[in-house]
């Protein structure tokens, strides 16, 4: 899923009073029809969210890591780039600086 903040299509829209399913509520959906009544209150800002920064080995931040490679072909050195990918930690959950509207919020923010 692209952007990731999205809803993750469980059949239900967070921000509404109804359960948005076709099918009527069972006794197996029970713990479903529970999260979305706990979700109906809940507030349409998101505070916090998931970086996209990694730190290395050495501690140091950032979206890519490239280590340089040199390279020998026909008797000629040519120095390449190479991204890598193991032993990168991810920076985890960040907090906003300001609070961002929820993007499943039925809201028209600004009308033309």
């Known amino acids: 899923m692209m952007g990731g903040s999205g809803s ?3 059949g ?3 921000f509404s009073g109804s359960g948005g399913g076709d099918e009527p509520a069972t006794d ?5 029809l529970a999260r979305v ?4 209150n809940a507030a349409p800002f998101v505070l916090t969210r998931r ?3 990694y730190y290395d080995e050495d501690g140091d ?3 890519e890591f ?3 490679t040199v390279v020998t072909k026909n008797g000629r050195r040519k120095a390449k780039l190479k991204r890598i990918h193991k032993n990168l930690i991810p920076q985890g959950i960040i907090k906003l600086d300001h609070p961002c509207i929820h993007v499943d919020f039925p809201v028209v923010i600004c009308e033309v």
């Open 12 to 14: 239900y829209w967070p």
């Open 66 to 68: 490239y280590e340089e």
């Open 28 to 32: 197996g959906q029970e713990q479903s």
């Open 51 to 53: 970086s996209s920064l």
């Open 61 to 63: 931040l950032a979206h």
């Open 37 to 40: 009544r706990s979700i109906r």
């Open 8 to 10: 993750k299509g469980r």
